[in-house]
């Protein structure tokens, strides 16, 4: 008789839990997103910080949510798994689809890259050496995820504290000083309608989303946690909670040092803000800074993202072979290896900017249906334990079921083109589901698999 492949060992705490949501969220977005957010509002200081607080409290929405969906069903897949339970095997694939081909490899790519950019300003780079960088950077990111979750988790943990530390300190700093001399001094804001400010801010949440984006990723090591029952929820909340408070602090230090007018001008607002400060020394250090953080973001990744492909596949409706645990390190590391090639891939010809540029916001169209899961499980399992429960139910779930549909509205409105080519990616991904299931058994479920609804 076929026996069940091997799960995946529980080794992560919540102090993990706490540093793979702070090191999946904050990538470049802190250094670079205040002066796009300020830009779209006009300078407008007050309507920029609103944007912040509501995307931070849209985020927390969601963690609480996702918080009572970990605990209550702690595998390995997390967001795939709500979505399959609740709404089926389809929906649920197109997820994972979409997050192997573009959302999740096109992020490590945009890392990648990323990172070759802040070490160029510490190190001259040659045109050869700016190729090889992201691939090399993703090679060695991915080695050590295959060689394990307990070593990666480490490695994370440890660029997050330095990255928090630093941030943090800059933000002390920037705040303490106050306005630099020579910092240009904001305007009166310009005169716009009701009905343009609300458009504007709309376009300025879509950054400030793209910021905070990450923090649904850690449901994805939710069946390698210690006592998820108890684990999962805490570290998903304060993590959320964290980077939310970390994001609206380092705006306000930027606002005061450089003035709204300041950032607005701004395409690397931490780097001007330290120089305005402290001098151009001090500003050379933002890129040690963002280094650290980009490649804490993309490890994060690495180590999140291919257990939803592991799930797929013992679910049987994606490559066999990526259903393996590697019998020495735990891992399923084939499922990590080849999410990495094709990250490579994307690096590599430059194509990860187009697809995440069509696909990103088709993204909370799953993270909606995810959220919206909760409600299926409180019908249909009633009984299961629930250690942790969303407060507010329903409210809390609805609202960010409801903003999540907003924001895919509105993009399919604001940019109907991009909208209806990201859909189309998606919607590919529906003829590869049905031949998968369709397949012979050497490329089917793996031993043990069982069926799900479609």
């Given at each position: ?62 963690a609480l949510t996702y918080g009572e969906l970990g605990a209550m069903q702690p595998e390995a897949g997390g967001l795939y798994v709500y979505i399959r339970d609740a709404f089926g095997s389809l929906p649920a694939f197109l997820y994972g689809w979409s997050l192997f081909f573009v959302i999740g490899s096109g992020s490590v790519a945009t890392l990648a890259v990323a990172s070759t950019l802040y070490l160029g300003k510490l190190i001259p780079l040659n045109a050869p050496a700016t190729h090889l960088v992201p691939l090399v950077v993703i090679a060695l990111c991915a ?312």
């Amino acid at each position: 008789m076929n026996e069940r492949p091997p799960a995946l060992a529980r080794v992560l705490s919540l102090r993990d839990l706490i540093a793979i949501v702070f090191g999946t969220v904050i990538g470049s977005g802190v250094f670079i997103i205040p002066g796009t957010v300020l830009r779209e509002v006009g300078a407008r200081v007050d309507v920029s910080l609103a944007v912040w607080v509501v995307g931070g409290v849209l985020s927390l929405l969601g963690a609480l949510t996702y918080g009572e969906l970990g605990a209550m069903q702690p595998e390995a897949g997390g967001l795939y798994v709500y979505i399959r339970d609740a709404f089926g095997s389809l929906p649920a694939f197109l997820y994972g689809w979409s997050l192997f081909f573009v959302i999740g490899s096109g992020s490590v790519a945009t890392l990648a890259v990323a990172s070759t950019l802040y070490l160029g300003k510490l190190i001259p780079l040659n045109a050869p050496a700016t190729h090889l960088v992201p691939l090399v950077v993703i090679a060695l990111c991915a080695i050590l995820n295959v060689r394990g979750t307990r070593q990666s988790a480490t490695v994370i943990t440890w660029m997050t504290v330095t990255k928090i530390v630093a941030i943090g300190g800059m933000t002390i700093a920037l705040l303490a000083v106050g306005r630099a001399p020579g910092a240009v001094v904001p305007p009166a804001p310009p005169a716009m309608s009701a009905l343009a400010l609300f458009s504007a801010s709309g376009l300025a949440m879509i950054a400030t989303l793209w910021a905070y984006e990450g923090w649904q990723y850690v449901t994805f090591s939710a069946g390698e946690t210690r006592d998820p029952q108890r684990t999962f929820p805490r570290g998903i909340i304060i993590g959320t909670a964290g980077v939310v408070v970390l994001y609206l602090l380092a705006n306000v230090a930027y606002i005061r040092v450089l003035g709204g007018a300041g950032v607005a001008r701004s395409d690397r607002v931490a780097a001007d803000a330290v120089g305005a400060a402290f001098g151009p020394v001090a500003a050379a250090t933002i890129a040690i800074v963002a280094e650290i953080a980009v490649l804490s973001a993309l490890n994060s990744v690495i180590l999140t993202a291919p257990r939803v492909f592991y799930a797929m596949a013992r679910d049987g409706v994606f490559f066999r072979r990526l259903a393996e645990v590697h019998p020495r390190f735990g891992t399923p590391a084939f499922a990590i290896l080849t999410s990495a090639v094709w990250a490579m891939l994307l690096a590599a010809t430059g194509t990860y900017e187009q697809l995440l540029t069509y696909v990103i916001f088709s993204g909370w169209i799953f993270y909606g249906l995810g959220a919206l899961s909760v409600f299926w499980y409180r019908r249909h399992r009633p009984d299961v334990p629930r250690p942790f429960r969303v407060p507010g139910y329903p409210v809390t779930p609805a609202l960010f079921v409801v903003s999540a549909l907003a924001l895919v509205i509105n993009t399919m409105f604001g940019q109907p083109l991009r909208a209806a080519i990201g859909l189309g990616i998606v919607l590919l991904g529906a003829p590869a589901f049905y031949a998968w299931r369709r397949a012979p058994r050497g490329t089917g479920p793996a031993p043990g698999a069982r069926a799900n609804r479609s």
